[in-house]
Structure formats: structure tokens, C-alpha cells
């Protein structure tokens, strides 16, 4: 890198320090994009052919060690075993991220293609790999497209099995992990609101919706339309806001 001027070489620190990537490859990013940051982030993340090369025995090696014993896919109990091995907790939401890499059918479950091709984009055959790989997983959440994928992906991931929405209880879960990242200051009176006036599954319009509820309109809801198309859940949820005190109603 000495012949990189000093402003590209700091941004090629920088690349590297969100990415976890290569030197080598932080300057193929870097060039294909003008050395614009933003363009670099976006080649590495979209571009397959820009990630590490994996070997396929390692793979497999991995995947046996984390595999059921009686099924072919890695459950629970494997799936803790990983935790244990990346030093993650199993409800840290960067295991959110890594099933969103994996395109995980389901929560607590990785079939042989999700976990292997998962690794396979991730550029990681080794445990050590992974774990070096964790804190670039979890900048991603910083990232509001990714953070919108990732929270649409979570959705369907968390739902049981056939079917059409999500438990109660799990969403309230999931929106307090995910908008722990966001710091959505009325994440609490919107679990609130849900077990005192709906105690009722959540649509997958519901749950989209509220990501855009929380991104556009303020915590004071001076910019809220009431004639908007928000969902009727939604402007309930206003109106309790009011009622409760939470919110001054503004004539």
C-alpha cells in the first residue's frame, strides 16, 4: 500500500475495519467505486466474486461437527455448540444477521446448503475466520438497507411453520432486539400497547409498516397523518399514545 496516497490509504484502513476483508481486496473495492466509500461497501457486499476462497473439506468438516445426530441439518443443539465456538450468545442479534447471510428457512434451523453456501458468501471455511468476521456482521445492522433487509428477512425466519404470521410473543422479541439497534424510543409502549389492546398475532403488513412508522415519523409525532395510510394497528397505537400520556395531542 506505499503507493497509495495518505487520504486512500486511510480509507483503506477504514474499509477494512468495517469489512474484515483483505487488504487486496479493500483496494479492489476501493478502485472500482473512484475510492468512494459508500460505492466501495456497496461492490463488496454485492459482488460474489469479491469475497475469500473457500475450501469445501473445510466446510464440510464444519458442518459435520454442528450437524443433528439424527437429522441432517443443524438444530438447537448444534446451533448453541456454534454460538459456543464464535463466544457469541445465542440471543445476540448478530445471529440474526449471520441467518439473513445463510437465507435461513427458519429460526434455530440451518440445512446443509443454507450453512455451507452461507459460509461459502461469507468467505469463512474455519471457526476462526467466523469469528473474526463477527464484528463486520454486526456493522451491518449500521447500515439502514441492510437493516431493512434484515429486519424484513426476520419476519418470515421467526414464524412458525405454515404459518401466515408472526406469534405475538415473538414479535414483541423480535422488536426489542431489532430496535435496540435503532434506539426507537416508543418500542416499549408499542409491546405495551400490543399485549393490553391486541393480544393477537402480527401480519407481515404490520410488521413492515412499523419499520417505516418508527424511521419517519418522530417520537413527538408532529409530522403524524392521521389520513395517512397507516395500518389500523398503527393509529391505534397513536391514539393510546395520546390517551396514556405519553404523547401531547397537538391541536
Known amino acids: 500500500m506505499n503507493k497509495v496516497g495518505r487520504g486512500h490509504r486511510?480509507?483503506?484502513?477504514?474499509?477494512?475495519?468495517?469489512?474484515?476483508?483483505?487488504?487486496?481486496?479493500?483496494?479492489?473495492?476501493?478502485?472500482?467505486?473512484?475510492?468512494?466509500?459508500?460505492?466501495?461497501?456497496?461492490?463488496?457486499?454485492?459482488?460474489?466474486?469479491?469475497?475469500?476462497?473457500?475450501?469445501?473439506?473445510?466446510?464440510?468438516?464444519?458442518?459435520?461437527?454442528?450437524?443433528d445426530t439424527y437429522a441432517d441439518m443443524i438444530l438447537v443443539d448444534g446451533i448453541s455448540?456454534?454460538?459456543n465456538d464464535l463466544e457469541v450468545d445465542p440471543q445476540d442479534i448478530v445471529t440474526l444477521v449471520v441467518s439473513w447471510h445463510m437465507k435461513a428457512a427458519t429460526m434455530c434451523e440451518f440445512s446443509r446448503q443454507e450453512f455451507i453456501g452461507g459460509l461459502q458468501s461469507l468467505g469463512v471455511d474455519t471457526i476462526q475466520k467466523f469469528r473474526e468476521k463477527i464484528p463486520s456482521l454486526r456493522a451491518e445492522l449500521k447500515d439502514d438497507q441492510k437493516f431493512r433487509e434484515i429486519y424484513n428477512f426476520a419476519f418470515g425466519w421467526a414464524k412458525?411453520?405454515?404459518?401466515?404470521?408472526?406469534?405475538?410473543?415473538?414479535?414483541?422479541?423480535?422488536?426489542?432486539?431489532?430496535?435496540?439497534?435503532?434506539?426507537?424510543?416508543?418500542?416499549?409502549h408499542w409491546c405495551d400497547f400490543l399485549q393490553?389492546?391486541?393480544?393477537?398475532?402480527?401480519?407481515?403488513?404490520?410488521?413492515?409498516?412499523?419499520?417505516?412508522?418508527?424511521?419517519?415519523?418522530?417520537?413527538?409525532?408532529?409530522?403524524?397523518?392521521?389520513?395517512?395510510?397507516?395500518?389500523?394497528?398503527?393509529?391505534?397505537f397513536v391514539e393510546y399514545l395520546y390517551e396514556n400520556g405519553v404523547v401531547r395531542r397537538i391541536n
Open 10 to 67: 486511510d480509507k483503506v484502513q477504514q474499509f477494512i475495519a468495517i469489512t474484515g476483508t483483505s487488504e487486496k481486496i479493500a483496494l479492489q473495492s476501493l478502485k472500482a467505486s473512484d475510492w468512494h466509500l459508500e460505492g466501495a461497501f456497496d461492490i463488496f457486499y454485492s459482488q460474489s466474486h469479491i469475497r475469500a476462497i473457500t475450501d469445501t473439506r473445510h466446510l464440510e468438516e464444519l458442518y459435520r461437527r454442528y450437524k
Open 160 to 188: 412458525e411453520k405454515g404459518q401466515k404470521s408472526l406469534s405475538l410473543e415473538t414479535a414483541i422479541g423480535m422488536w426489542q432486539l431489532l430496535f435496540a439497534e435503532k434506539h426507537w424510543p416508543l418500542v416499549d
Open 196 to 236: 393490553v389492546r391486541h393480544n393477537k398475532s402480527i401480519t407481515r403488513d404490520t410488521w413492515s409498516q412499523l419499520l417505516e412508522f418508527a424511521k419517519t415519523i418522530v417520537p413527538q409525532l408532529s409530522n403524524y397523518d392521521a389520513e395517512g395510510a397507516w395500518p389500523y394497528l398503527i393509529d391505534e
Open 81 to 83: 455448540l456454534l454460538c
